[in-house]
Nanobody, 124 residues
Framework: QAQLVESGGGLVQAGGSLRLSCAAS????????MVWFRQAPGKEREFVAR????????VYADSVRGRFTISRDNAKNTVYLQMNSLKPEDTAVYYC?????????????????WGQGTQVTVSS
């Protein structure tokens, strides 16, 4: 059974930091990449960051590059998203996802498996 479980969300002031975790188990572990997306109220889900399990290569959305860092711990089957210099516009539900449907990596429909999401709220 495939499962992704996010944790680490919360309320933080602008300029602060949070670290999100995504623990993977089951069929999700065999997928080559893990990603983070986010969805703000009234907006579509958007790509945030991607990492390969193997070589660790990363890709970031322009809006978070230089502030967020995605990393992985292969032994724990866990992916992290370190978020620094947070802004109110980073407020969203953050989701991790994996799997592959062959679509471009920045598209929501590129992934088969999704976690339940964790809320991040940044106050001004």
């Amino acid at each position: 059974q495939a499962q992704l479980v996010e944790s680490g969300g919360g309320l933080v002031q602008a300029g602060g930091s949070l670290r999100l975790s995504c623990a993977a188990s089951g069929r999700t572990v065999s997928s080559p990449v893990m990603v983070w997306f986010r969805q703000a109220p009234g907006k579509e889900r958007e790509f945030v960051a991607r990492i390969n399990w193997g070589g660790g290569s990363t890709v970031y959305a322009d809006s978070v590059r230089g502030r967020f860092t995605i990393s992985r711990d292969n032994a724990k089957n866990t992916v992290y998203l370190q978020m620094n210099s947070l802004k109110p516009e980073d407020t969203a539900v953050y989701y991790c996802a994996t799997g592959s449907t062959g679509r471009p990596y920045y598209r929501e429909d590129a992934y088969n498996y999704w976690g339940q999401g964790t809320q991040v709220t940044v106050s001004s």
